[in-house]
């Protein structure tokens, strides 16, 4: 009895523990789901271009903080910047 409650117990968790693609820290491609998004030379800095809706941007790293997401701007922007964090789908 005991048996069958830890194994059920242990399926329980690797169905509800999240994949590692659903990390927020891992490097991936990702779609805005804003109206639209700045993307900036500098975390918080000048504006550089504007993402839209469903528009991709290639994550490669985070601030210190999270606050802040640099990677490449796809759409018309073309080029690296910083994105705020929390704008993707």
Known sequence: MKMAALSTALMLTAVLAP???ADPSTQAVRQVCAQDLYVRATAAGVV????YFHENFDVSRYSPSR???FGHAYGNVHQDGWVQNGWFC
């Open 67 to 69: 606050d802040w997401v």
């Open 48 to 51: 550089i271009g504007t993402l």
């Open 19 to 21: 994949s590692a693609s």
